[in-house]
Each structure stands twice: as C-alpha cells, then as structure tokens.
C-alpha cells in the first residue's frame, strides 16, 4: 500500500530551526515534494529532490534519502509568515502524487 | 504567464442536489489536469487526473465524475451530493508528458454540504 506519515503538529519559536520530517513507502518512486500551503489557500511549491542528499534554497533546505524512505524539510530564521501546514508528497512512476496529510507549524514570538 | 482559475470559491449546497466546479488554465498547451478533494486536517486526496482532451483516470471510485470537454478546461461534477461530499476543492495543472513537474494549484473551492 502506499503511506505517507508526518507529524500532525509541531511549534517552534520566531527565528529558531524547525525540521519536519517524512517517511514513504510507495509502490514507485521519481521523486517528492514539499509543499507548503497557509490556512484556507492553495499549496505552493517548496521543493523537489530526486537524488539523495540535501538541497538549499534560501531559507528552506530539503534532504532525501530514498534507501531509508526519509525527507525532511529544515526551516531556519523562523519567521511569523512561516506558520502554515507543510505537505509532503511522492511523485510515484507515473503522473500521480501521493500526499501526506501535513504538518501544522505554529511559530510563536 | 501561466494562470489557473477556480469558481465558485465558496459553495453551500444541500444533501442530494447536484455539482459542477469549473477549473480553467491560461498560458499554456495539453496541461496534465488534477482534481484534489482535501478534507478538514488531511492530505490531498487524488480525485480525478486527465493527460488530455477527453481523456480522464479516476483514482476513487464514487459518485463524483469528472470532464475535459477544451484542452485547458477541467470540471467537476456530481448527480447527487453526499455529506461526504464536504471539503476543499483544489484543480492543479502541470506540465505537459509523465515526469516530474511542479503541479500548480488553483484557489480552491470550499464546499459545504447540508
């Protein structure tokens, strides 16, 4: 079957590092996603990572190992705009992807 | 630029009347179509996909169906709602041919069943 697991929730505070992680096991693997997407709006794009290792974009990094069926996304420099649900998802062999149910991040001053 | 749009943004509809969400994409050619169905505190639920014109998967069986009768137009649609039915609507597009492609979301469209 395919599963997906995430924390349901976590709380940081303004300007610390957050990682939320994500195990997968999947019938099929091309990649994942991170997404992020704030109360009541549509996700946006965060990440991809398709090889293992970690990937840097700004503040935001992403790290896969696909051996272990592990991601995490490491948010630095909290910052208030950062509380949102963060999505994790696995592109399988086709044109599907596969959600978590997601990560609520609350970040407090 | 590439622009997706949803309406309505919020519907109420009672038990047992019937659906219709519309989804259009601007800007680009043949997008693969997505319809996501997100219940309250979970993850996105796959719902429909379409690589083409007339061309739709269903990945849940269910008394929801789903269309492309245009290239960049994507709908919806139900005979008769359930409250089951409730939830956040999300159409996606992304890029044309299997692959890993970005999926870009529209505004959504909540609705409450009655």
């Known amino acids: 079957g395919q599963n997906i697991d995430q924390p349901t929730e976590m709380t940081a505070t303004e300007g610390a590092i957050v990682q939320i992680n994500c195990t997968y096991q999947?019938?099929?693997?091309?990649?994942l996603f991170w997404y992020q997407q704030h109360a009541g709006e549509a996700p946006t794009f965060l990440s991809y990572?398709?090889l293992d290792g970690l990937e840097e974009k700004g503040r935001f990094s992403s790290f896969l190992s696909r051996s272990k069926g592990y991601s995490y996304l490491l948010l630095k420099e909290l910052q208030m705009k950062d509380s949102a649900s963060y999505l994790c998802?696995?592109?399988?062999?086709?044109?599907?992807?596969?959600w978590g149910a997601g990560t609520k991040l609350i970040i407090k001053p | 630029s590439q622009t997706i749009h949803q309406w309505p943004a919020t519907l109420v509809q009672p038990v047992g009347s019937p659906l219709s969400l519309e989804c259009t994409v601007e800007?680009?050619?043949?997008?693969?179509l997505y319809w996501y169905r997100q219940a309250a505190g979970r993850g996105l639920q796959l719902l429909f996909y379409?690589?083409?014109?007339?061309?739709i998967s269903s990945e849940v069986p269910q008394n929801l169906s789903a269309s492309r009768p245009q290239d960049r137009q994507f709908i919806l649609s139900s005979k008769k709602l359930l409250l089951s039915d409730s939830g956040f609507y999300l159409c996606?597009?992304?890029?044309?041919?299997?692959?890993?492609?970005?999926?870009?979301f529209g505004p959504g469209t909540r609705l409450t069943v009655l």
């Open positions: 998802a696995v592109e399988r062999s086709n044109y599907q992807l596969i």
């Open positions: 379409s690589v083409g014109i007339g061309q």
């Open positions: 800007g680009t050619s043949n997008p693969n």
């Open positions: 996606a597009w992304s890029e044309e041919g299997a692959g890993s492609y970005e999926q870009f």
């Open positions: 990572n398709v």
């Open positions: 999947t019938s099929g693997f091309n990649g």
